[in-house]
């Protein structure tokens, strides 16, 4: 394989001054803030050699709150870019299996599936965690046949790899299979490397640094399962609580295998120590408690950021996020009856109408009527 390149020094820096202080301050601060239980750190998991199974959302099941509102499907994303029309051209060459070009409402798009990436043309480089505070869009991507063929393929196209590193004391890598198993802390590192613990340079996850620095997911698939746009990656303070407000006015679907707090109740989970592979060489990333929802074959992916203070990602590089439901009029009603912040009133959208609601953590959602 390719000897891994890092990213350049002024980018990776920018990156971990920014989010190294941030999750510094708050870790060293945790058992000093008068919230209780909710910002203590959790005891480090027992560590196991055998692989998480690949998540597959093939059985979601909705709530008693999500029965009654109507089905919404997700619909797109929506970047700003200073090239629209060269920055929906990039995604032919990683994802050629399932992109096309087109336009959408008057936008440079991209189809994949049945979702689109829309283009917003604006005249100075967007936000990005870069150069600016962290929002709560963090990226978004693509399920894979083999993630780590997709990389070494990615390295031959010239495209931009965003490293992480494998460990405090550690190197930068391409993919998380490139690292120490099942997503140790420092401390089962050290533990790992005493018995001789290899990475198994299978499958995985890694990132793309797309256009305008966007930050694009590829990521080992369930077995059989071919190339395909799965998720949006979120962060939120408190995952289980964003979990709830997506079931509750959105109706989005959890897995079988999860049982939400009832609403009202307590929703804030302890954070679980950082791990690796990690954008911050120290302390790591803190990866739980984590979430998931869907909308139909799309996930939402959410992961903590301990603290919050997370930035509205309006003028960032990913925008907004989509769904669409066949009548948006009594949509809006009920969201309105629920107490959701409306951001935009209903208004003409190319050849429909559509509102921008926003979430926790300031997410803003955009609601498209699609009859």
């Given at each position: 394989m390719q000897k891994p390149v890092s990213e350049p020094m002024s980018e990776r820096a920018k990156s971990a001054i920014a989010r190294t202080v941030l999750m510094?301050?708050?870790?060293?601060?945790?058992?000093?803030?008068?919230?209780g239980r909710v910002h203590r750190v959790a005891a480090a998991r027992p560590l196991s050699l055998t692989p998480p199974p690949a998540y597959s959302p093939a059985s979601p099941t909705a709530s008693p709150q999500a029965a009654a509102i109507a089905p919404m499907r997700f619909h797109h994303?929506?970047?700003?870019?200073?090239?629209?029309?060269?920055?929906?051209?990039?995604?032919l060459k990683p994802f050629k299996a399932t992109t096309t070009r087109t336009t959408f409402n008057g936008y440079e798009a991209v189809k994949t599936g049945n979702v689109y990436l829309l283009f917003t043309k604006v005249s100075t480089p967007p936000k990005t965690e870069l150069n600016t505070m962290q929002d709560s869009i963090w990226n978004f991507g693509w399920n894979t046949p083999d993630s780590q063929k997709y990389d070494h393929d990615f390295r031959a196209m010239g495209l931009k790899i965003a490293q992480m590193w494998d460990a405090q004391d550690g190197n930068l890598v391409d993919m998380s299979s490139d690292t120490l198993p099942n997503l140790p802390t420092q401390e089962q590192i050290i533990e790992l490397r005493a018995k001789g613990v290899q990475p198994t340079h299978q499958g995985g996850f890694g990132y793309l640094r797309g256009p305008d620095n966007v930050m694009i997911e590829n990521a080992q698939g369930p077995a059989g399962q071919p190339e395909r746009f799965n998720h949006v990656h979120m962060f939120?303070?408190?995952?289980?609580?964003?979990?709830?407000?997506?079931?509750?006015?959105?109706?989005?679907?959890?897995?079988p295998n999860v049982t939400l707090p009832p609403p009202g109740a307590d929703c804030k989970k302890l954070y679980?120590?950082?791990?690796?592979?990690?954008?911050?060489?120290?302390?790591?990333?803190?990866?739980?408690?984590?979430?998931n929802v869907q909308f139909g074959d799309i996930s939402i992916s959410i992961r903590p950021w301990p603290g919050g203070g997370l930035a509205s990602p309006r003028g960032y590089v990913v925008d907004h996020?989509?769904?669409?439901?066949?009548?948006?009029?009594?949509?809006?009603?009920?969201?309105?009856?629920?107490?959701?912040?409306?951001l935009e009133e209903?208004?003409?959208?190319?050849?429909?109408?559509?509102?921008?609601?926003?979430?926790p953590d300031r997410v803003a959602i955009e609601i498209v009527e699609e009859k």
């Open positions: 510094a301050a708050i870790i060293a601060a945790a058992a000093f803030l008068p919230f994303v929506h970047l700003n870019s200073m090239s629209p029309k060269a920055a929906a051209d990039y995604y939120h303070e408190h995952p289980i609580c964003a979990m709830q407000w997506y079931v509750q006015h959105l109706g989005a679907t959890v897995s679980a120590p950082p791990t690796f592979p990690s954008f911050q060489k120290w302390p790591g990333f803190v990866r739980e408690p984590s979430g996020w989509a769904l669409s439901v066949e009548d948006l009029p009594p949509t809006v009603a009920r969201l309105k009856s629920e107490g959701v912040k409306f209903i208004h003409p959208w190319g050849n429909t109408q559509a509102v921008m609601i926003e979430g």
